[in-house]
């Protein structure tokens, strides 16, 4: 299986920098999912999977630069670093907000789609345009079509393996809420991209009910440098698609 793509989203909800390389640990991709935005009145996190993300975030651009400082795009063009970043948000969204540090991912630190599942689902709609930016994976495999359908159920409870020394274990598939849907650079808004998903593969996703699922996310069991190009061999799981979401999910509830 082939790293087509590495992806890495320095801020919640901004678009992200393509990668050639990158050095993953416990928490991830370095720098992935590094900051929020958070309203400086209130504590909320302007970053909801499931509710509106202001469109302007949305627009903006993060990056990590060599020495770790953030940079960031504005809609408009205008680049800015260190404390400049937050003033300018707060001008932007037309509220004060602050920059939150920490580890902002959903369920695990590695999120990976396969270009089976992404050709997959330009299959069942065909009006619609399932690019891979779409999804926010970190990971973008080429798994050259090794099975139909959604192909990560074929990982889940399996392992990949990088020459490196990463490790990752699969985990749980991937729920998805309304990102994907929204217009994004290029990207028209299309609700028909979560309707294709809901439709054709939902998951028991046990207290988050059936959930329409496409990708899926990974724990880091080993860390090492992973780059594009690079092949990762399948350790296949010796459990069942379900038996291995009980397990993940399971895992994630109990902290573990």
């Not at 992200?16 to 504590?43: F, K, M, N, Q």
């Not at 902002?104 to 330009?122: E, K, N, Q």
């Not at 991209?193 to 329409?212: E, K």
């Amino acid at each position: 299986m082939g790293v087509l793509a590495i992806w890495r989203y320095p801020v919640k909800a901004m678009l992200g920098e393509l990668l050639d390389a990158v050095a993953i640990g416990p928490a991830g991709c370095h720098g992935d999912r590094r900051w929020v935005v958070v309203d400086a009145d209130t504590g909320e996190r302007i970053a909801s999977k499931r509710g509106p993300t202001d469109p302007r975030l949305r627009a903006c651009r993060a990056e990590l630069l060599e020495d770790g400082e953030l940079r960031v795009t504005l809609p408009g063009g205008e680049t800015l670093t260190g404390g400049e970043v937050a003033a300018a948000l707060s001008e932007l969204l037309g509220r004060r907000v602050r920059l939150e540090r920490g580890a902002h991912h959903d369920a695990a630190p590695v999120h990976l789609i396969t270009t089976s599942t992404l050709a997959h689902l330009r299959a069942l709609a065909p009006g619609s345009d399932f690019d891979a930016r779409r999804f926010r994976a970190n990971l973008v495999l080429d798994d050259g079509g090794a099975h139909e359908g959604f192909a990560e159920d074929a990982l889940l409870g399996g392992a990949l393996h990088a020459s490196g020394g990463l490790a990752l274990s699969v985990q749980l598939p991937t729920p998805r809420c309304v990102v994907p849907t929204r217009a994004q650079q290029d990207l028209p808004a299309d609700p028909g991209i979560l309707r294709a998903i809901v439709t054709h593969h939902r998951i028991d996703l046990g207290p988050a009910g059936r959930q329409g699922c496409a990708g899926a996310y990974a724990r880091v069991e080993r860390g090492g440098r992973l780059a594009v190009g690079d092949r990762l061999a399948v350790e296949p799981p010796t459990v069942t698609r379900d038996e291995a979401v009980a397990a993940g999910l399971a895992r994630l509830l109990g902290g573990a």
